[in-house]
C-alpha cells in the first residue's frame, strides 16, 4: 500500500455502513477535513474483529486509512468516547442528520464548520432532540453548500419586517405579500429574523421555520423522500 497516500489521526463519524464480501464493510464516513467518503473495512466482520464494535454511527472516531481510489482502506479505527448512546426521538432526529449528508454532502468536500454543528448536535440529542437543533444544522448544511437561504433581506433588496407577511422563492428570497394575498405558505417576518438569529423560543417561528425548511430541503435533494422521516412518522402514528 502507498503511504504516501496514507492519513493519520482524522476525527470521523461513520454515516452508514453495508456489507462487502463476506468478512468485510465499506463505511461511508464524514471526516472533519477530507469530508465524506467510502472506506473499506476489511474483516469488519469477522467475529473477533477489532472494528466490530468501533464502526457505529453516532460515535466520534479517530480514523486512519490509505489508498489512492475512489475506496480508501481503513487501516485503524479508534473510539473517542464522550457521546452517549442515542434512543427514541433523538435516535431518529440523528439519522435523519446522517440522511441529509448523504444525499446532500458531495464526496472528498471538506466542512469543517458543519462537522463541528454535527458533533455539537449529536451531544444536543443525547440530552434531548429539539426542533431547534434540527432547523440550526439545516441551516447551517444549506449555507455550507452554498444553499444558504436569505433571510433579512427581501427579493428587492429591503430589510425584512418583522410584522409583514413573506412567501418564500427558493433561489431567490422573501418575497412580501399583502395580507390578502391567499399564496400558500406564506410566514410572518418575524419567522425569517427568528430563524436568522437561531431563536426558536416563539412556537410560531418554529413552525414556519420547518415548514421552510422542508420547501429547501426538499428542492435541493430533487424531492427525494427522506426515509428516517418516514419511518419516525409511521412508528409516531402507531
Known amino acids: 500500500m502507498n503511504q504516501r497516500n496514507r492519513v493519520d489521526g482524522q476525527p470521523a463519524f461513520v454515516l452508514h455502513a453495508y456489507?462487502?464480501?463476506?468478512?468485510?464493510?465499506?463505511?461511508?464516513?464524514?471526516?472533519?477535513d477530507y469530508g465524506r467518503l467510502p472506506l473499506l473495512a476489511r474483516g469488519a466482520r469477522r467475529p473477533r474483529s477489532v472494528l466490530r464494535g468501533l464502526l457505529l454511527a453516532f460515535q466520534p472516531l479517530e480514523l486512519a486509512w490509505a489508498g489512492s481510489g475512489e475506496v480508501k482502506t481503513l487501516i485503524?479505527?479508534?473510539?473517542?468516547?464522550?457521546?452517549?448512546l442515542l434512543a427514541g426521538r433523538s435516535l431518529f432526529c440523528a439519522y435523519y442528520l446522517n440522511e441529509l449528508l448523504m444525499q446532500l454532502l458531495p464526496r472528498e468536500d471538506a466542512h469543517?464548520?458543519?462537522?463541528?454543528v454535527y458533533a455539537e448536535t449529536l451531544q444536543r440529542f443525547a440530552i434531548s432532540a429539539?426542533?431547534?437543533d434540527l432547523r440550526r444544522f439545516e441551516r447551517?448544511?444549506?449555507?455550507?453548500?452554498?444553499?444558504?437561504?436569505?433571510?433579512?433581506?427581501?427579493?428587492?433588496?429591503?430589510?425584512?419586517?418583522?410584522d409583514a407577511?413573506?412567501?418564500?422563492?427558493?433561489?431567490?428570497?422573501?418575497?412580501?405579500?399583502?395580507?390578502?394575498?391567499?399564496?400558500?405558505?406564506?410566514?410572518?417576518?418575524?419567522?425569517?429574523?427568528?430563524?436568522?438569529?437561531?431563536?426558536?423560543?416563539?412556537?410560531?417561528?418554529?413552525?414556519?421555520?420547518?415548514?421552510?425548511?422542508?420547501?429547501?430541503?426538499g428542492h435541493y435533494t430533487g424531492g427525494r423522500k427522506l426515509v428516517s422521516r418516514a419511518i419516525y412518522r409511521e412508528l409516531h402514528e402507531l
Open 76 to 84: 485503524k479505527a479508534e473510539w473517542q468516547g464522550g457521546q452517549p
Open 19 to 32: 456489507p462487502y464480501s463476506e468478512t468485510s464493510l465499506i463505511a461511508d464516513v464524514f471526516s472533519r
Open 165 to 217: 407577511d413573506y412567501v418564500y422563492e427558493v433561489e431567490r428570497g422573501p418575497v412580501r405579500v399583502s395580507p390578502a394575498d391567499e399564496r400558500a405558505r406564506s410566514l410572518r417576518g418575524q419567522t425569517l429574523i427568528d430563524l436568522a438569529r437561531e431563536d426558536f423560543s416563539n412556537p410560531r417561528s418554529l413552525v414556519e421555520a420547518k415548514q421552510l425548511m422542508r420547501t429547501l430541503i
Open 140 to 162: 447551517v448544511l444549506l449555507q455550507e453548500l452554498g444553499y444558504g437561504p436569505t433571510l433579512e433581506i427581501d427579493v428587492e433588496g429591503l430589510a425584512v419586517d418583522t
Open 130 to 132: 429539539q426542533e431547534g
Open 112 to 116: 469543517v464548520r458543519l462537522f463541528a
